[in-house]
């Protein structure tokens, strides 16, 4: 390996040891996508998400991306960093970095070249054999903390959609939704999903 290769190449960080930054995050050289939540790493699966996690974020990405055109809402789908400051906006100083599969932000001051820094309107996570306990519920915490107005959670196998709605700083769930129910969004006023349409067709 020769010199240019040395400082490049980031040796890859601990998971288990160490609070980790965006300024961190950013020097990382890494084969498989991380996030960062409260400066804890997180990793994504190395494999490509499965076939029908990609069909439902498919069917509900075109969905919001048709509804919001030309509009000032704006949809975005992973790969897209969503930056959750505390205290600072200071790269070095935020210490939480995840990349939701589906985010609306209606606030264009919260977007720059490097995605999204503030809370999104929406996020939607689509549940993955990869998703272990201890992410989802950190998720839920900071995504409540950082004022996210609305979460989704979607199972793609047992075909259901659970909406997490922010009620003077905390989230108040729906019931449980499947076919033939039809999702209205707070955060994203006269948006509505037919939950018949996105689990058509997967199996």
């Not at 930056?83 to 990349?99: A, E, F, G, M, Y």
């Not at 950190?138 to 075909?159: F, L, N, T």
């Amino acid at each position: 390996m020769d010199t240019e290769e040395k400082i490049s190449k980031v040796e890859e960080p601990s998971s288990e040891y160490g609070v980790y930054s965006y300024e961190d995050y950013l020097s990382w050289n890494m084969d498989v996508m991380v996030e960062l939540i409260k400066g804890k790493i997180f990793k994504k699966a190395a494999a490509a998400p499965r076939r029908r996690h990609q069909g439902i974020s498919g069917n509900v990405f075109s969905s919001f991306h048709s509804f919001l055109k030309g509009k000032k809402c704006k949809v975005y789908e992973a790969p897209f960093d969503v930056r959750l400051p505390v205290k600072s906006r200071k790269n070095k100083d935020i210490h939480t970095v995840v990349q939701p599969d589906i985010c609306v932000i209606c606030d264009p001051s919260k977007l720059d070249d490097f995605g999204c820094i503030g809370a999104p309107d929406l996020i939607i996570e689509i549940l993955s054999p990869g998703n272990n306990q201890l992410e989802l519920t950190r998720k839920y915490e900071v995504y409540q903390e950082s004022g996210v107005r609305e979460y989704w959670i979607i199972h793609p196998d047992e075909h259901t959609l659970l909406v997490y709605t922010l009620v003077d700083g905390f989230y108040q769930p729906s019931r449980l939704m499947t076919h033939g129910d039809v999702v209205k969004s707070i955060a994203v006023p006269e948006f509505e999903l037919e939950l018949g349409e996105v689990f058509r067709d997967l199996d």
